[in-house]
């Protein structure tokens, strides 16, 4: 079993930064892959971003390239996420995953956390 604990979420404006923590735990949450998710009222779950705990190893949802990114931090269990030249459409509730397999289908996501609600305002 794995658990999951988004926090960081908030009101910021366009143009602004914000970092999401995801603080993992659980007997065997190395072996998983960790995700980052978002679903705004109305849409689908949407892939924003993933990486591995062992090698780091990252991948991108091309809505986000170059504007936010993963990391993650072995010693505390915790994954991040920078969200930086936050845009209205990024207004969503962010969610941390865990899966085994190296994907994009939320699908195929084995573990989820609560959420977290971040609002982009003009």
């Known amino acids: 079993q794995v658990q999951l604990v988004e926090s960081g979420g908030g009101l910021v404006q366009a143009g602004g930064s914000l970092r999401l923590s995801c603080a993992a735990s659980g007997r065997t949450f190395s072996n998983y892959y960790m995700g980052w998710f978002r679903q705004a009222p109305g849409k689908e779950r949407e892939f924003v971003a993933r990486?591995?705990?062992?090698?780091?190893?990252?991948y991108y949802g091309d809505s986000v390239k170059g504007r936010f990114t993963i990391s993650r931090d072995n010693a505390k269990n915790t994954v991040y996420l920078q969200m930086n030249s936050l845009k209205l459409e990024d207004t969503a509730v962010y969610y941390c995953?865990?899966?085994?397999?190296?994907?994009?289908?939320?699908?195929?996501?084995?573990?989820w956390g609560q959420g977290t609600q971040v609002t982009v305002s003009s």
């Open positions: 990486i591995s705990w062992s090698f780091g190893s990252t």
């Open positions: 995953a865990a899966g085994r397999r190296w994907v994009t289908a939320a699908a195929l996501y084995d573990y």
